[in-house]
């Protein structure tokens, strides 16, 4: 038997005994023998289809029946679960940005979801955010998900552009035979919290075996589960400095601002008041313990979670159609139909007016007290302002819609002799509607704020033209205390849509034995592609006044659109050096290089090659070392400016400078005078978001990365089906795009030593008077750098026990650095996000199953290694001493399911994930950034059903 052969065997081995498991060890799918036979595998990460071959590139396996085995909604989420994946969008923090409600995207390695090609059977899918390439895994038909395959880096020469980080591909069944249906259902333990799942698939042959259709419906839904809902994410915490005057800070239960209510609060003569619902006024409780803004215990605070929710209402609906014939005996035609339709519905906090002059009332106003009124006129003061959520008016309530069709043709099969031909086009949309309900209007609000009596004794509108056009008056006075009618004149609902459109056309060849040499057969694998991508949004017009200033509470948002093509060329090749040797079983090298015109950045190239070294039948030892470039999205190019708000702290205080050494305080002292602010500036206008505007830059060019990867493969001939994969992988990617953090262009303004005539001081602007920043400037550059490494290990062990079958599986990652580079030409400056939240340095899953007879029961736990809630240079950016209070602990949860299959094949399970009730780390929600990894629902019960016949 040839050496290659027996390491096909081997392979083999190690496939059979882990089939079933939720981790597939290895990197080809299974190929039959007979006798000494070795039928070509499709190796994941290469188009070379191989005899025996297995490709240097690191993949994890994840079958689609075990991804099954949860109690989520979708494979999405338990595929975030995975080490390789960031937390980055799940259900449960997908609301935390307009227009994103229920989408479930992946980023691998947690250099973001516009890094990770998600592909569909090695094709592109349509994306699910405008300007974007990130795709919605809601849209996976769950029933038909055989495989998922995870490669690492080294991917973009294979499949193009956007595998900067490598690739996720979704390998659906291709023949289906026969009727399924399924269904599951589960409920929270100490919540309302509850989520369904049902589908059907059907499939059959036809014309004597010549070809196969098949057409699969899936519905889901999960109800919203707001934060007041459970008892550990209802508590509002706030943070004091320590009594004792050191520099850390206590985090305190039950408290928060006192300077803002439900019912308003109002500073007269330097005293805080705030009224009762009955409208009352009396001075506002501080308690004993305040600092600041801040009181906590028995005094009046606010509770902002009262309007935040852990998980959004969601139901989502998938219908797959697909065929394949045999037109000839060597090639097959196949066609594929989907269509997907996901809604969410999100909210958050209503309106609020916290210290701004929209909300100022005159001494005049007809709802002004006599008590207050007197309160007022002791303290000389003719107006008062007004500090409110807008409670009364509803929370702000957001609705999204998508609608997502994607068609495929294509034909496959044997071509001439020994080349194997896939060419196929496919077009897909995605269609969002975005509607946001409760949109307070600032003109209608500040003409009904301002109320008088008219000569009846009415209380009117003081604006004679605004009560001709409808004007109600409203009382701010006390939570409940604005009426239905002031809530229909003072707000309005507004939409916003967009349409996504992609066609990719490809043709490619490939033949596994080409030339024959002393260590075996050189493959290649060449082809074209062409793919056309296409983004526009339309915003609602009125948000937005003649002069582009914003007319509502919600974001002055701008409708925008760009498109672009790229035409690709590709070639792979596969080349085995030495065989039969010692210490040298077998030795390849891969090569791959890929070049691409873009209609919007021009050309770019990228290329891999691969290493694989069989040094004997139990140990295999791989590397790549692969380049890969990223052109910018649509949104990164053409994104319109629209308003944002960023958390900064103006530089040129009296206060940020004196804490500078004297050589870097001396150079930003004078830049802020050749600005014109005075040495004594100190004003804290800062301590609130400051307004400024983001938007896309059509100078952008394309990223620019390197990865490498080195490990090795281990399965010792001594111990059956035990395998052990160890991977080093780094990724470094240059020219990033990313838009300049707002405190950098503070900071790069004024500590230049060449004075203000610099580009950061152009994006900044000041009120002349008052010298406060007004508006900055925030658009996407070629600036930035990133550096990602880690070491992935993989161990699986099968082995028979007790008259069953015993699988276990570990995977785990160590992540050794993340670091990001704001300015890419100063490596000095960086911040690192190793051990910090949403980057845990260590993150596992352990995954255990028994089989017996019709019985199947699944164990997973997964873990999360402790986190610091900061990055050091953040903390040192906003003077946030360190301490064990800004870390969540380490965290771990396991999720159970046990089955049973009776005989005439209808299967019934009860799963319970969150097994023994894991808390949230600390102040953890499970909906901010970063903290995807952490389950909010707490224990969670479910029943399954599932029929095949």
């Given amino acids: 038997m040839s050496s290659l052969t027996k390491i096909s065997q081997a392979i083999r081995l190690s496939l059979c005994a882990t089939a079933g498991m939720a981790i597939v060890f290895s990197d080809v799918s299974v190929a039959e023998e007979v006798g000494d036979k070795v039928e070509r595998i499709e190796v994941t990460g290469s188009r070379i289809v191989r005899e025996g071959a297995i490709a240097p590139t690191p993949v994890t396996v994840i079958t689609g029946d075990d991804l099954l085995k949860t109690g989520a909604v979708n494979i999405a989420e338990a595929l975030n679960e995975l080490p390789q994946l960031a937390n980055t969008d799940t259900l449960g923090n997908s609301g935390t940005s307009i227009g994103t409600a229920g989408l479930n995207r992946l980023d691998l390695r947690g250099m973001g979801t516009n890094r990770t090609l998600v592909l569909v059977d090695g094709k592109r899918h349509v994306a699910a955010v405008p300007g974007s390439a990130a795709m919605d895994i809601n849209t996976i038909p769950t029933e038909w998900v055989e495989s998922v395959e995870i490669i690492t880096g080294g991917a973009s020469a294979i499949y193009g552009a956007d595998a900067v980080t490598g690739v996720v591909n979704f390998k659906l069944k291709q023949r289906i035979n026969g009727f399924n249906a399924s269904a599951s259902s589960g409920w929270a333990e100490d919540s309302g919290y509850n989520n369904q799942r049902a589908s059907l698939s059907y499939g059959s042959d036809f014309d004597d075996g010549r070809g196969n259709a098949a057409v699969s419906v899936e519905y889901a839904k999960q109800s919203n589960l707001g934060m007041m809902e459970r008892e550990q994410t209802a508590t509002s915490w706030t943070r004091f400095r320590n009594p004792t005057g050191e520099t850390i800070y206590e985090y305190v239960p039950n408290g928060g601002h006192y300077r803002i209510s439900n019912g308003g609060t109002t500073n007269i003569g330097g005293t805080w008041y705030t009224f009762n619902d009955n409208g009352s006024v009396r001075e506002v409780n501080k308690g004993d313990k305040y600092n600041g803004a801040y009181c906590a215990g028995d005094c009046d605070y606010i509770n902002l979670k009262q309007w935040e929710e852990l998980q959004p209402e969601f139901d989502r609906l998938t219908v797959n159609f697909k065929a394949n014939y045999d037109l000839t005996d060597d090639l097959n035609g196949y066609f594929e139909a989907k269509y997907s339709q996901t809604d969410a519905t999100t909210s958050g906090q209503p309106a609020f007016f916290f210290f701004n002059g929209k909300s100022t009332l005159k001494r005049d106003n007809a ?105 109600v008056a409203t009382n701010l006075f006390g939570n409940g205390s604005v009426s239905a009618a002031a809530r229909d004149y003072i707000s309005k609902t507004t939409y916003g849509e967009s349409t996504i459109e992609q066609f990719v056309s490809g043709f490619s060849m490939a033949n596994s034995s080409l030339i024959e040499l002393p260590a ?336 199947n029961f699944n164990w997973k736990t997964t873990y999360l290694d402790r986190v610091d809630l900061y990055t050091e240079q953040f903390r040192d950016n ?56 952490y389950d909010n629902i707490g224990r969670f019960y479910y029943i399954t059903l599932d029929f095949k016949m």
């Fill in 367 to 471: 709802f002004i007290s006599d008590e207050l009124g007197a309160i007022m006129d002791a303290a000389g003061e003719d107006t008062i302002q007004v500090n409110r959520f807008m409670t009364d008016m509803g929370p702000r309530i957001e609705d999204d819609t998508r609608k997502t069709q994607r068609y495929v043709f294509g034909i496959k099969g044997d071509v001439f002799d020994g080349w194997d031909l896939d060419g196929y086009a496919l077009w897909g949309q995605t269609k969002h509607e975005r509607t946001n309900h409760n949109n307070l209007i600032f003109k209608n609000f500040m003409q009904s704020i301002d109320a008088i009596k008219d000569d009846n004794g009415n209380i009117v509108c003081r604006d004679e033209d605004a009560r001709a056009n409808g004007c």
């Fill in 520 to 855: 075996g057969y050189i493959g290649v694998a060449t082809g074209i592609e062409y793919r056309h991508e296409k983004s526009d949004t339309y915003e609602d017009p009125s948000l937005v006044d003649e002069n582009g200033d914003r007319t509502t509470f919600f974001n002055a948002l701008s409708s925008e659109g760009g498109k672009f093509n790229v035409k690709e060329v590709f070639a792979e090749v596969s080349v085995p050096l030495l065989a039969d040797l010692p210490l040298i079983q077998q030795l390849n090298i891969d090569g791959a290089v890929r070049y691409a015109d873009y209609s919007s950045v021009g050309d770019a190239t990228s290329w891999k090659l691969g290493l694989d070294w069989a040094m004997f039948d139990d140990l295999r030892i791989r590397s790549t070392v692969a380049t890969a470039i990223r052109a910018p999205n649509i949104g990164e190019l053409y994104d319109a400016q629209s308003q944002n708000f960023f958390r900064v702290k103006d530089s040129c205080k009296a206060s940020r400078l004196a804490d500078l050494e004297p050589g870097q305080r001396a150079i930003r002292a004078a830049n802020c005078a050749a600005l014109g602010i005075p040495v004594d500036f100190d004003d804290a206008y800062d301590s609130a978001t400051l307004e400024g505007t983001s938007g896309g830059n059509p100078d952008l060019e394309s990223e620019k990365s390197k990865s490498v990867t080195a490990g090795f493969v281990y399965e010792p001939g001594y111990l059956d089906n035990f395998v052990v994969m160890l991977d080093y992988w780094k990724i470094e990617i240059d020219d990033a795009i990313g838009s300049i953090a707002a405190q950098d262009i503070i900071d790069k303004c004024v500590d230049s030593p060449t004075g203000i005539n610099n580009q950061y001081c152009a994006l900044i602007t000041r009120d002349k008077d008052s010298h406060q920043i007004t508006d900055i400037t925030q658009i996407v550059q070629n600036v930035a750098k990133s550096e990602t490494s880690g070491i992935d290990l993989q161990v699986g062990y099968d082995f028979p026990i007790a008259s069953g079958e015993f699988k276990t599986n570990i995977l785990a990652t160590y992540l050794l650095e993340s670091k990001r580079y704001p300015f890419q030409d100063e490596t000095s400056v960086y911040e690192e996000y190793a051990g910090v939240v949403g980057d845990a340095k260590w993150q596992a899953q352990l995954r255990i199953a028994y089989a017996i007879d019709n019985w």
């Fill in 878 to 933: 906003y003077d946030i001493p360190y301490s064990n209070i800004m870390q969540y602990g380490s965290y771990a949860v396991t999720d159970i399911l046990g089955t049973y299959t009776f005989n005439n094949g209808l299967a019934v399970g009860l799963g319970l994930d969150n097994v023994f009730d894991r808390d949230l780390p600390a102040f953890a929600t499970g909906n901010d950034s970063g903290e995807g990894g």
